[in-house]
Every structure is written in structure tokens, then in C-alpha cells.
């Protein structure tokens, strides 16, 4: 699984060099013919996370319910995030990927709720579903770099 994590790393480091030059009106801007913008995706990239590995694990997680609320499966942005906001996600983005690969490494994951994603993937492990967070998440740095061509 130490692939998996490395992956995990490389791909949010991608999605924090894509908008590193970008202010915060461009974060927010949500572009003719899209539904979402930069801000939201980096929040979603975050909440999904949580709740594929540590809600499906029956654990806790480390992001508050209003930040999952925000930006979990079906929301769309909800007003503009701040500079506070962004800095709090940047650091999310690395230290979640840290903090899980621990978490996996010291067994922490001990049950898994069944899963069927909207992509008609069933997730029956932790395993399982941290590899389609992978995917998940370079699914959303796609869609982050067209949003940005846009912005």
C-alpha cells in the first residue's frame, strides 16, 4: 500500500502547484458551463477522503462536519472561501496523507462498511478504498486543470 500513499501525495502536490499563482477571486470564479470551481474541488478532494477511509471505517474524522458538509458528494459551492479557509486546506491536502498512511500502517482500520461509489465501484476494504480515493482525487485534478483554463 506504500505505493498507494505515494500516489496519494504526488497527486495533491499536482492539484497545489495547479493553483500555487492563483488569488482567491479565481479559486472562486466558477466559470460558464461548470458547476463547481477550484475552491470546491479542493474542498471535495478533502472531505471525500475522510469519508471514503475514516467514515466507511466507522472512525472518526478529522475534518468537522460542516467542512464535510460543504463539500462532500451532491454540494456545490456555497459563497467564497477566504484566504483563512485556503490556508487551512493546503495544509489539509498534505498532513491527511501523512496522518492516514499512520493510521493504515498502526491498524487503525479495522471494519469497512460496503460501498458502491456513483462510478459503479463496489468498496468492500479500507484497501479498496483507498485506491479509488486515488483515482478520485485524479479524477478532480482533471477537472481542476480545465477549470483552470477557464479562470
Not at 104 to 123: M, P
Request: net charge negative; proline share 2%.
Amino acid at each position: 500500500m506504500k505505493k498507494h500513499f505515494e500516489y496519494q501525495q504526488v497527486t495533491r502536490n499536482n492539484v497545489l502547484k495547479l493553483i500555487e499563482n492563483l488569488d482567491l477571486a479565481q479559486l472562486n470564479e466558477i466559470p460558464e458551463g461548470f458547476n463547481n470551481n477550484l475552491a470546491w474541488n479542493l474542498g471535495h478532494i478533502i472531505a471525500t477522503q475522510q469519508l471514503l477511509c475514516y467514515g466507511m471505517s466507522s472512525l472518526p474524522m478529522d475534518i468537522d462536519n460542516d467542512f464535510i458538509g460543504k463539500y462532500r458528494k451532491g454540494s456545490k459551492p456555497n459563497g467564497d472561501i477566504t484566504r483563512t479557509d485556503l490556508d487551512f486546506m493546503k495544509n489539509q491536502m498534505i498532513i491527511l496523507v501523512d496522518k492516514m498512511e499512520d493510521d493504515y500502517a498502526n491498524g487503525v482500520f479495522k471494519e469497512y462498511k460496503e460501498y458502491t461509489t456513483s462510478y459503479n465501484v463496489t468498496l468492500s476494504s479500507i484497501e479498496d478504498g483507498i485506491i479509488f480515493n486515488n483515482m478520485h482525487e485524479a479524477m478532480h485534478l482533471g477537472f481542476m486543470i480545465a477549470l483552470k483554463k477557464k479562470v
